[in-house]
């Protein structure tokens, strides 16, 4: 894991229940609606991520939605379904928590939007579920934007 990815781990471990708040009011600095692709990893114990991350309304900087996902882990396929609440920080970055009704702690994210001509993206995007005793599940995350404006 590179330096930069640790300390993000680390920012994320420190302020893992809600995204930072408050968001801005003004104007969007980069426009989130739509539905995306999402496909991450866990750490430990080791499994992957996939489904849809469908942002439904923005207004400034904060936005929410949904994340449906499939989690495959060494046990089988788990669905893990729930609302997410967020914040376009800037132009480049998205802080985000999506809480799924079957677990007691909310998944915050944390990555990098790239705008381009032929396709949208979140990506370096790094993920921690923790409880009250500290971090439960770590991992990375990408999406790619299928529909939107």
């Not at 080791?46 to 495959?72: C, E, N």
């Not at 909310?106 to 500290?134: C, F, P, Q, Y």
Request: proline share 6%; glycine share 14%.
């Amino acid at each position: 894991m590179t330096r930069g990815r640790c300390a993000m781990l680390a920012a994320l471990v420190w302020g893992c229940a809600a995204p930072v708040s408050p968001c801005g009011t003004g104007l969007a600095p980069v426009d989130l609606l739509g539905t995306w692709t999402y496909e991450g990893d866990q750490s430990a114990p080791p499994a992957t991520l996939s489904g849809t991350l469908t942002i439904t309304s923005q207004a400034g900087q904060a936005f929410t939605g949904t994340l449906d996902v499939t989690q495959m882990d060494g046990s089988g396929s788990h669905p893990l379904s729930g609302p997410v609440t967020g914040c376009a920080l800037d132009a480049a970055s998205v802080d985000f928590s999506a809480l799924f009704t079957v677990e007691a702690a909310a998944r915050r994210h944390l990555g990098t939007v790239k705008m381009g001509v032929t396709m949208d993206s979140i990506t370096n995007g790094t993920w921690v579920e923790s409880g009250s005793s500290g971090p439960i599940a770590s991992g990375t995350f990408k999406s790619a934007r299928q529909s939107g404006p």
